[in-house]
């Protein structure tokens, strides 16, 4: 798994390619963790090149949004496609983030 | 039915290891690329579950078999542990929000969803998980 992240004007976008696994998960928490630290509390994660996500990937993926929920900050989910797209709708993780068809829709939405 | 078994410990470390070996079999098979990577996810949930549980007092072995014809692909993940059906584990909870969502239960609920058929069987101290793929059910076939 790689990530990338690209500071907009509103949000930090951070893209995330290849496997989220249960080996490779923490990696996700630790950068979003260091970019909180950072102070960044608005976030794009875009799901374009991501290939596979498990329930470990879900587990990162919901503590981030747990821990920025209660500090007030906002996560949005762009361009899930595929089994990553089949993973979220079978496990219910659809219907409790915020998803967008684009990064650009992704960025109005967080204003 | 052609059948390749893989033996590793069972340790998170070998995951990388135990998904190309399926990927390389399922390569070899009919399967399409989505449904590959249901499977895989499947099989992952199947290993993690044994490196996390199996072996509460150490390490312990975990088999990986493929096999498939014209018409199926299976995985069978079997380790060496007490008594366990992980198909027995209930249905997760994925309806409450946020904050109360837990993810408990979530990698069977992959398991039983990302194959068309999952069974559990004791055998020679083994406990086996089959999860199989119907390949007629192939997205790529009109």
Do not use: W
């Not at chain 1, 089994?83 to 939405?109: C, N, P, Q, R, Y």
């Not at chain 2, 946020?98 to 069987?121: C, N």
């Amino acid at each position: 798994m790689e990530m990338q992240t690209k500071k907009e004007a509103n949000a930090t976008v951070v893209a995330i390619s290849g496997r989220m696994d249960a080996v490779t998960a923490p990696e996700y928490e630790k950068c979003i963790n260091a970019l909180v630290t950072e102070g960044e509390s608005s976030f794009v994660i875009d799901f374009t090149s991501l290939d596979y996500i498990s329930s470990a990937g879900l587990r990162a993926l919901l503590a981030t949004a747990k821990k920025l929920k209660v500090s007030s900050g906002q996560i949005h989910f762009a361009c899930l496609t595929g089994t990553v797209k089949e993973v979220f709708d079978i496990s219910g993780f659809a219907s409790i983030f915020k998803m967008h068809d684009s990064v650009s829709a992704a960025l109005v939405a967080i204003g | 039915m052609h059948r390749d078994t893989l033996s590793c410990i069972a340790s998170v470390e070998k995951l990388e290891e135990v998904i190309s070996f399926i990927e390389d079999c399922a390569d070899h098979s009919k399967l399409d690329m989505k449904r590959k990577m249901g499977l895989l996810i499947a099989a992952e949930e199947a290993f993690v579950n044994v490196c996390s549980y199996a072996y509460p007092d150490g390490l312990g072995e975990v088999l990986v078999s493929c096999a498939f014809s014209n018409t199926e692909f299976e995985v069978e993940v079997a380790d060496f542990g007490r008594e366990f059906d992980v198909l027995s584990i209930p249905e997760p909870d994925t309806e409450s929000d946020i904050m109360d969502r837990q993810i408990g239960g979530l990698g069977v609920h992959f398991i039983r969803k990302l194959s068309d058929e999952a069974s559990y069987r004791r055998e020679h101290g083994q406990n086996i998980l089959k999860m199989k793929i119907n390949l007629a059910f192939n997205s790529d076939i009109i």
